[in-house]
């Protein structure tokens, strides 16, 4: 009776393994360990039997009881991907061939990681561009129309004779003036761009751009041909450099325009002599010190009241003093921005050409009126 018990009991354990696997281990242990207690005094072949049973029993729990201690290692593992399996379940249903689906754990977003493509953008259509000139040859000089290639002016070249008192009862003194024409010949100062029209289209800003652009760049190219023809046409200074600065060279070309009775309105220096001249000192170690009629009015330094303008068409140490009203810009054809679309091979390519240019020429009708000098020269 008593080996029918036992193994009643035995079955019930083995029930009790099968569905409770959850569940620690050491309840199924301490179960069988109570049974074997009960066993000890049975010794027939029923008995036995059950023990057998009973230690494969005990073999089963003891695989139970690795299996319960490995299960909790991996619970954290197992929770985050039970986790994102089920965050995850409608794209992984439709899993079939030529549809694939990726599967990531939840983790904190970063741009290099969370998204494609490009962030949204702020634009500013306005270009940053490259300065023009301070200051241009143009805006400095008078300027001249005409309707042909040349324009022709009437230079005084000299006289014979003079104008005096009459003495009494004498003949008067008799004077004769010469001429000069002096031809002046226009051409063109010109250059052009040329892009396409899908870049107009897709560059919205190359509108106001590439006028402004071409303007500046012709105006750069002007200076330094006008430059040119100042140089070669102003007369060149007798200034000796040796024992004075830069506003006493100036001061001195100013005293002798004057003293041939061409008043002098303007000054064109580099900026770094500019800035040179405001660095001037009293004597050497004595401190900064510019003469009296040395003054800025408005940022603009003056001498005497005469503007000095800052010109980087000008090379260093060089410089301009004159009456400028003796200089004339010669126009045949204004400045003309012009675009087409036919030109060249333009219309198959369609592409696009923006030309600018202007036939001018500078004419300097009184060299003597223009003073080029050297502050290092000796």
Sequence with gaps: MEALEIKAALEGIKAQVETKTSENAVEVKSL??????????????????????????????????LKLQSKSTLESKE?????????????????????????????????TTNLTGAQPKDYNFDVVTVPGQMVNVSDLVGSVAISGGTYTFVRESGAEGSIGAQT???????????????DVNTDFIAGFTRYSKKMANNLPFLTSFIPNALRRDYAIAENAAFNTVLAAGAT???????????????????????????????????????????????????????????????G????????????????????????????????????????????GTNFVKNNITARIEAQVALAIEQPAALIYGDFTAV
Excluded: C
């Design 32 to 65: 069988i360990e109570a049974l074997e207690g009960k066993m000890t005094a049975d010794k027939d072949a029923a008995v036995l039997e059950l023990k057998n049973d009973l230690k494969a029993i005990q073999d089963h729990a003891d695989k139970l009881d």
């Design 79 to 111: 929770d985050t991907l039970v986790k994102s399996i089920t965050e995850n379940f409608k794209g992984i249903s439709e899993v079939r061939k030529g549809n694939a689906v990726q599967v990531k754990a939840v983790g904190d977003m970063a741009l």
């Design 168 to 182: 009494e009862g004498g003949t008067k003194l008799q004077t004769d003036y010469d001429f000069q024409m002096v």
């Design 236 to 298: 060149a200074s007798s200034e000796i450099v040796t024992g004075k600065n830069k506003v006493e060279m100036l001061m001195n070309e100013i005293a002798k325009q004057e003293n041939l009775n061409y008043p002098v309105n303007g000054i064109v220096v580099r900026p770094s002599d500019y800035w040179d001249i405001l660095k001037t000192e009293k004597s050497t170690g004595a401190g900064y010190g510019l003469p009296g009629v040395v003054t800025q009015d408005n």
């Design 300 to 343: 603009v330094l003056r001498i005497n009241g005469i503007p000095l303008y800052k010109a980087t068409w000008l090379a260093a140490n060089k410089y301009f003093v004159g009456d400028w009203s003796r200089v004339n810009k010669v126009v045949t054809e204004g400045l003309s921005l012009e675009f087409s679309e036919t030109e």
